[in-house]
């Protein structure tokens, strides 16, 4: 299995070039994107709905005069209702949704700009139907066949994928197919089956606009949020993922752990070897410790040789399999050939009764340094406990089997198991 997935990324890198297997299924999947590119995606979408809200509730009105020089009598009337329905409903959307960092929020609100223009499209066609119109009011008509096409060229600039551009398009793709069921003339098309074509067309041009932003986003905001040399996220990025992730475990009131990592003699390599042994050294590091990851882990470098990991929905018990994992596949080796190694601090929510994402990161910290100050090459758990990677590792085990069933009562279920990592 491994090898075909192998040999699928490969062939994906031969066919798109820089575009690799992960991305790819970005274009195509929103569930796939890392929880940073989700947040500014949900961010952007809310702020262009809420702009083209607003767009719509100004300009809407004010074909009502148009309206009213082209038809008389009820259709007008109508017509003028109906618009004054959907300049309501626009500001309410341009209104009613706020900036926001989660996607379903970001889906609600294209999804009700979509329908708000599909059910006045659906209305005004019923209407027209009723009054047929010639001469200058039927060109005038006309003009609201062209709706559907509008909305669904406007999807093109919002970062989707394909799956999104297939479902936000289906809504005005279903009343143009319900006006062909019931009869309604869409002018000025000869066939139901010319306009719906055009609007798959469109829809599809439309969606690969919105891909291809996706994309560039995506790029932009993984170059910004990365350290360039060990390609874990910066500090900034790091304590703003801290935040919202202790925000939504707390919310859930679930655990989430933290280990601090901090390169044993760092300077040293440094100094004896030079900068580029201490650039390849964390290079190293960092993708050791990318091994014990998750998939909804994260790795941050906290600065010079510091590292932090983020485990979201983890209690110390998974947090210890985290440890252990780090401790069989290690941190590289330094330039002199010894093994590399770590002091660590780890802390979680709950076990350390921690009020905020920084004191949870403190008391970790904290620890870290504890470990620095008994000999290093060492974690200490929560609740004090020690690991020595090399000498005692029976011990710690025993010591971690006794603090589990100490604090079992407080724990929360790991969902943190070896075989989950990635």
């Known amino acids: ?26 274009l195509l999947l929103p569930s796939s ?21 607003m ?25 003028a209702s109906l618009r004054g329905v959907a300049t309501l409903a626009f500001i309410a959307v341009a209104l009613g949704f706020h900036d926001t ?3 379903g929020s970001a889906h609600r609100a294209l999804l009700v700009l979509q329908i708000i223009p599909t059910a006045f499209f659906t209305a005004s066609l019923r209407v027209l139907y009723l009054y047929p119109t010639e001469g200058t009011a039927g060109m005038v008509a006309a003009g609201y066949a062209f709706l559907p096409f509008v909305m669904v060229v406007g999807l093109s600039v919002f970062p989707i994928t394909l799956v999104e551009g297939i479902l936000f398009s289906g809504p005005m793709m279903l009343a143009v197919s319900l006006g062909a069921v019931v009869g309604y003339p869409i002018l000025p098309f000869n066939s139901y089956f010319g ?8 829809g599809v041009a439309a969606t690969l606009a919105g891909m291809s932003q996706l994309h560039f986003m995506t790029a932009l905001v993984n170059q910004a949020a990365r350290d360039l040399l060990t390609r874990a996220y910066t500090r900034r990025v790091g304590e703003e993922l801290m935040e919202m992730l202790y925000v939504a475990v707390a919310r859930a009131d679930g655990p989430i752990a933290v280990a601090f990592i ?4 760092f300077k040293s390599i440094n100094d004896l070897f030079g900068h580029e042994e201490g650039d390849r050294a964390l290079r190293m590091a960092a993708e050791s410790l990318r ?49 590399q190694t770590a002091s660590i601090g780890v802390a979680e929510r709950l076990a ?4 905020g994402w920084s004191a949870l990161v403190e008391r970790a910290d904290r620890r870290m340094y504890t470990a620095k100050e008994r000999g290093k090459d060492q974690a200490i758990l929560c609740g004090d406990i020690t690991v020595l990677f090399e000498s005692q590792p029976k011990a710690a085990t025993a010591a971690v089997s006794k603090a589990k069933m100490g604090h079992g009562a407080k724990m929360a279920t790991s969902v943190h198991d070896s075989d989950l990592a990635s």
């Not at 009502?64 to 017509?79: E, K, N």
């Not at 901090?262 to 003699?265: E, F, G, P």
């Open 352 to 355: 350390d009764s921690c009020e």
């Open 33 to 53: 994107h890392s929880l940073l590119v989700r947040q500014r995606r949900a961010g952007l979408i809310v702020s262009r709905v809420r702009l083209i809200a």
């Open 195 to 202: 306009a719906l074509w055009l609007l798959l067309l469109l």
């Open 291 to 339: 091994l014990m990851l998750r998939r909804n882990d994260v790795l941050v470098r906290w600065g010079g040789e510091e590292f932090l990991v983020i485990m979201p929905f983890t209690d110390c018990e998974g947090a210890y399999k985290a440890v252990q994992r780090l401790r069989s596949t290690g941190l590289g080796t330094r330039p002199d050939g010894l093994v």
């Open 55 to 79: 767009t719509f509730a100004i300009l809407t009105p004010l074909w009502i005069a148009i309206d009213a020089i082209a038809f008389t009598g009820p259709v007008c009337i109508w017509l």
């Open 101 to 103: 960092d989660e996607v």
């Open 262 to 265: 901090d390169l044993d003699n």
């Open 1 to 26: 299995m491994n090898g075909l997935v192998a040999f699928g990324k490969a062939a994906v890198a031969r066919l798109f070039g820089d575009l690799t297997a992960d991305l790819l299924i970005g």
